[in-house]
């Protein structure tokens, strides 16, 4: 949705959108990350500057992160297959087998080539967790490009409110209820700010009781477990949301807080299982719970 958005605007983002997944689903045949897995262990593959510019980024992040956001986890993700009919629960022994091919520290990137490599035989780039914080980006540059000056977009767990509302006044987002499809927990405010949440409803499936969701632990190769419904991250850029989104649900509260703590202009919010939600210094003072089944902590 966007202020003096024309045919054209629409026209040309979704244009990117698709271009975008061309480049980088690992979902689609013939895009760069489909002929990056073909040919791990074998050679290189030049890939166009999305691919690059997205891949970079992940690695970064996994290195801030320890390794709790991977993209080199394509081979667990594709092992669980959650959100496709035949999810399960892997076999011990197939994690075992899988878990030593996701590690980003083997992951070789060639700048001036513009190349990437995987350099074992199964190992798999995913990047799931961060291209649709770039598409957001994406479309809010071509957005301002074409002179709109405000609007908001939504991908789906990444929100972007970029301009300021013709009154002056923030914008209010709500940030979604893990546990409640159309329900809230809250309301935070925010100017020219990206929103960016990952959560255990997002993709899940249920077997024996037990909820398994698409956030994987590259450490014991299962649903990550830390205590958490969903974390949020506002920041400028949603490819830093949406890729810290994913990394601090994955660290837990204790250790994604110090990490968002130790980057300046990032604000994050948690969710936790005991329903009880907390946040960093920037955005809890402007945050208002309108769901009495939950509560703020300190
Ligand atoms: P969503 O896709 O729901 O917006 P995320 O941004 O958190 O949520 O991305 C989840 C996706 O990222 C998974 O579907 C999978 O493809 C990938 N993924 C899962 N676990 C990890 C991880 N530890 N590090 C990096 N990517 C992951
Ligand atoms: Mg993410």
């Keep these: 949705m966007y202020d003096k958005g024309t045919r054209k605007l629409y026209q040309s983002i979704f244009n990117r959108f698709n271009e975008i997944e061309d480049h980088l689903s690992a979902n689609k045949a013939g895009t760069d990350i489909a002929k990056v897995n073909a040919a791990a262990g074998i050679a290189p593959v030049v890939v166009h500057e999305d691919t690059f510019t997205v891949t970079e980024a992940a690695l970064r992040y996994a290195e801030s992160s320890g390794g709790a956001f991977d993209p080199t986890i394509g081979p667990l993700v594709q092992l669980w297959n959650i959100g496709f009919n035949d999810a399960h629960v892997p076999a011990q022994q197939e994690i075992d087998y899988t878990l030593p091919l996701v590690d980003f520290r083997d992951l070789q990137l060639n700048s001036e080539q513009s190349s990437i490599y995987l350099p074992r035989l199964g190992m798999k780039l995913d990047l799931g967790a961060i291209t649709k914080g770039y598409a957001a980006d994406e479309a809010v540059r071509i957005a301002r490009e074409a002179k709109s000056p405000r609007g908001v977009i939504n991908l789906g767990g990444n929100v972007y409110a970029f301009g300021v509302k013709k009154d002056g006044s923030p914008w209010n987002i709500g940030i979604k209820d893990p546990l409640e499809e159309d329900s809230i927990v809250g309301i935070a405010e925010v100017r020219n700010k990206t929103i960016v949440t990952s959560g255990v409803y997002e993709r899940f499936f249920e077997a024996d009781g037990m909820?398994?969701?698409?956030?994987?632990?590259?450490?014991?190769?299962?649903?990550?477990?830390?205590?958490?419904?969903?974390?949020?991250?506002?920041?400028?850029?949603?490819?830093?949301g949406d890729a810290l989104s994913t990394a601090v649900f994955v660290l837990g509260y204790e250790r994604g807080h110090q990490l968002i703590e130790s980057i300046p202009g990032i604000d994050a919010i948690f969710v936790f299982e005991d329903m009880s939600i907390r946040g960093t210094a920037g955005v809890i003072e402007s945050f208002t719970l309108t769901n009495e089944l939950f509560r703020v902590r300190k």
């Design 211 to 240: 909820r398994y969701h698409h956030i994987l632990s590259p450490v014991d190769g299962y649903p990550a477990r830390t205590g958490l419904l969903s974390t949020t991250i506002i920041a400028d850029r949603s490819l830093d």
